[in-house]
């Protein structure tokens, strides 16, 4: 083999695995789609439950997106804006009364803490629609690993977390931290439901 044969054949076999690399890469690009939530057709809810009752309202998303592998929900990240958590069962003074208190240090100070955050780290495919879940969610400033069911389709996703509170510091009218609460205790854990549309 000449001189510029040899060159001639290794530059061949360099652009060949180039080629194979670019074309891998972009079918790897394909099968991986980030999707962002439609934030306007998307919603997130809560309910607080005590020994008299509930209360329950909402939340907004600041920003969310999904991501796909091959239509395979693989992964997503949500921030919610902790400052627009309203009361929907309650209007007038106690309606107010109850917003600013979870506003405030009692609950989700959120003059410190303006946003929450749910990062997935795990998914496993289950029958169907079901994906097993399991994501880290930051509330305060603390992060703790939580694990939940999702159903999703081809446009909505919609899971309820249960969120024990005391796990972030929330420890205001806590059975397990305040003794002889009777009826004006409030149970630690709380719903979140929420639905995305993409």
């Keep these: 083999m000449t001189y510029n044969t040899f060159f001639t054949s290794l530059n061949r076999s360099i652009f060949l695995s180039l080629t194979l690399v670019s074309f891998c890469f972009s079918l790897t690009s394909f099968a991986n789609e980030k999707k962002e939530v439609v934030l306007k057709n ?21 920003s969310a997106f999904l991501s796909f592998d091959n239509d395979i929900l693989v992964g997503g990240s949500f921030v919610i804006d902790m400052e627009t958590i309203i009361c929907t069962d309650l209007s007038g003074k ?11 240090d009692d609950f989700f100070d959120v003059e410190k803490y303006p946003t929450a955050h749910l990062d997935i780290i795990d998914i496993k495919k289950g029958l169907g629609e079901d994906y097993k ?17 999702a159903i999703v389709n081809n446009d909505t996703a919609k899971a309820k977390i249960i969120v024990d509170r005391t796990e972030f510091g929330i420890i205001y009218k806590s059975g397990n931290f305040f003794k002889d609460l009777a009826d004006k205790a409030i149970y630690d854990d709380f719903e979140m439901l929420i639905h995305l549309s993409f």
């Design 42 to 62: 998307s919603s997130v809810s809560w309910v607080g439950t005590k020994v008299t009752g509930s209360h329950e309202g909402t939340v907004n998303l600041k």
């Design 94 to 104: 106690g309606k107010a009364g109850l917003e600013g208190h979870l506003k405030s």
């Design 133 to 149: 879940v399991v994501a880290n969610i930051t509330i305060k400033g603390l992060t703790k690993k939580i694990s939940f069911g």
